[in-house]
Every structure is written in C-alpha cells, then in structure tokens.
C-alpha cells in the first residue's frame, strides 16, 4: 500500500539559510484514499531564540524541555520509512529547512519526490485553500499538527479530483533515507509541555520540606527581610534556575528560616505584587500574565492567584485605602547612564500597540539610559521578553552573570503604564 509523509514545521523565521531553526514537527503517514495510519510529533529545542511567538505562539518556556533536533532525527526518520513522496503546503518550505537541519548532522535529507498542495490547489493559503473546498480547519493555525492534518485532509479531496496525479504518486518507489540510529527519547507536544509548566518547581519541594511544623519558634524578622529581598532580586527575570535555587535554600538553611515560614513569606510576596497591580482598580492582561508566572515560581496555583486577587478586591469595595505597595517611577537622574539591552519580541502593549524594539529603545531613552544592541561584560541589564529564552544575548548575560529583567519588571521599574 502506497504511503506519503505529509510534513509540516514551525520554525523560529523564515529563512533556514542564515540562523532559524525548526520548533515544531509534525509528520503523517497517509494513503491514497486519505486515511492516516501513523503520526509524530513533538515540539524541538532551537538551542536558540525562539522567533516569533506572535505568529507560531510558543514561547522560550513551551520548548525548554523539548528534544533538540539531532535527538529525534533518528525516530522521525523510522516513522518515515516506506514513504514514497514527502506531502506539505508549500512543501518546499518544509524540505527546505529538514535539508538544513538534516546538514548540520552530517547526513544529507532525500532530493526525492514531493507533493505540494499549495500547487495542486492553484495557490492560496492553507486555510484559505481548506475554505475553497469545505474542508473544516479543525484547531489553531500554525501548531504543525493541526496544519499537518489539514494539509492530509486537503491532498486527499484533490487527489480525488486528479486521477492522473494519484496514478503517479502509486507507482513511485520508496525514498532512501539516510541511515541515523533511532536512540531513546522523549518526544513533547504543546499540550503536555504546557501542563508541565502547571507544575509546581522541584526546588519548592525542597524549600517547603524544611520544615512543616509549625510549632516551631518564628524565624527573626530581620532574616526574613533579607530572605525576601533575595527572592525579589531571584524573580526579576521571572525564572529561577539551579544557582538560584540552591541560594534560597542554603539561605534559608543556614538563617534557620523553616519551611512553612517561606511559604507565608512566598504568599506575602505575591499578595504585594497583586495589590501593586491592583492599585489602579483594574489587572492588564500583562499584570495578570506576570501575577501567572510569579504565583506558579512560588508555588500557587492559578486557583490561589484568583482567590487572592478577589480577596484584595473586595476589600477595596468595602474601605478605598491608599495602596503603597506600587514602587514610584525612578526619577530621571537615577538612571540617567544605565546601559540596557533588549532581546525577544514583546508581550507587552503601550498605548494599544505592541511595543516594538524601536518603541522600547525610545521609551528607555527617554529615562536617560543608554540602549546598546550587543552583549559585553559592560552592559548593566538585559530585558528579556520570555523569561527562559535561549538567544545568545541571554547565554552571553548569564555567563558574564549580568542582571536580567523580565520586560514586566522592567516597565514597573520605569513607571510605564503596560497592559
């Protein structure tokens, strides 16, 4: 029985030549008659900035965990076996960059027959072209199963439609791929890489099990201040890693701070910063989203956030108090010479329009800090859209151990008013 590969990848840009990198794979096994009979798929490591979520919509947090390409190229390849013609919407698109990938592991992907939808259907996009033939376009665009599945269930009505092409594809022979060992690994979709990120981190199981009795004497106030201002500093850049961690734990060992005492302090911390956002009587979506990110890095879920923020709420209703947990703008002369740079496109929005790189760089300007488009040990902080990005402007601040900010962060620090 004659079998195709319909393949579909999203990658960090468009250009497979120069630096962007697949994200996401999604590979197909159909017949002729459109049925599916196998599938891959999985989200990919770029070991690189992760593009535009914008467009893809996963973000540095959704891949952390996923296989890097030379991981799962042995698997994908296994599955692929038998194909006799690789199936995409504008299929070139897809070779293309599987060529690429494929390269930089020394082997070289099939030249071998394809099949383009796109062609075959007179142009058009791939939903555009699913509407001229009534085909449900079943999820959201650009998550490569979704398109993947589209793409089988377009190349089935058209074959349908052009007995001459379906006669072709029958009598093609099988493609010869290249011979890469199929090792052990895991493959990771959206779905499950984002009930992961729902999971409260392993380094709060160890900060918590310190101590869960509460008997124990309290902790002196001055050691829980200074445990506070560390966790402060920790989550400006909205992620903390296996350094980090390691720090609160030894000091909260070695200041004797028990662990049902950190987590009190934990929901302290995110109780101020809710009422900071609340202040103004109204969250953001960009306050809600950063309150998300903080809340599940000390250990609340979205559940507790809300309860929180309903509690502060209503408290508002029932006695308007002067809110003092919003920091004031830094005046001017306090920034005055601080050199910043930024890395990855912006979740935030400013006066309605998503802040651009120019609109950032202006708007940090005019505080007076000087905006440099370079890593060097001499760069004071880096802003970061997506606390977990791999760019190598946030590899190069980690390893000169450079300050790093979440854009959130970053805009409070300024005083902008973000949603």
Sequence with gaps: MTCLAVIDVET????PYRYDRVIELAALTMRLDGEVVDQFVTLVNPERDIGPTSIHGLTASDITAAPRFVD????????????????????????????????R?????????????????????????????????????HVALHDARATAQLLATLLRDAPQEASRIAHLSPIAWPKIPKGEVHLLTRDESRRRLTEPPTYLQKLFAKAENNLLPETEDTAMLAYTSLLDRVLEDRQVNDTEAQSLLDVATQWGIPGNEIREAHRNYLHQLARAALADGVVTTAERRDLHQV?????????????????????????????KST??????????????????????????????????????????MIVVESVTKKLDLLVVADPLTQSGKAKKARKYGLRIMHEAVFWKFLGVEVE
Excluded: W
């Design 12 to 15: 960090t840009g468009l250009n």
């Design 72 to 103: 799962i190229a042995g698997v994908l390849l296994d599955k692929l076996n038998g194909c006799v013609a690789l199936v995409g919407h504008n299929v070139r698109f897809d070779h293309s960059f599987l060529s690429v990938e494929f390269g």
């Design 105 to 141: 592991l020394g082997h070289t992907f099939p030249n071998g027959p394809t099949v383009c939808t796109m062609r075959l259907a007179g142009g058009g996009t791939l939903s555009s072209c699913c509407e001229d033939y009534d085909i449900p376009f079943k999820g959201d665009k």
């Design 295 to 323: 809340a599940l890095l000390l250990g609340f879920n979205s559940t507790q956030l809300d309860e929180i923020l309903e509690g502060i709420s209503r408290k508002r209703l029932q006695k308007p108090i002067e809110d």
């Design 327 to 368: 920091p004031a703008p830094l005046r001017r002369e306090q920034l005055t010479g601080t050199r910043v740079c930024f890395t990855g496109e912006s979740q935030c929005r400013y006066l309605g329009q998503t802040i651009t790189r120019e609109m950032a760089t202006e708007l940090a300007m005019d505080r007076g």
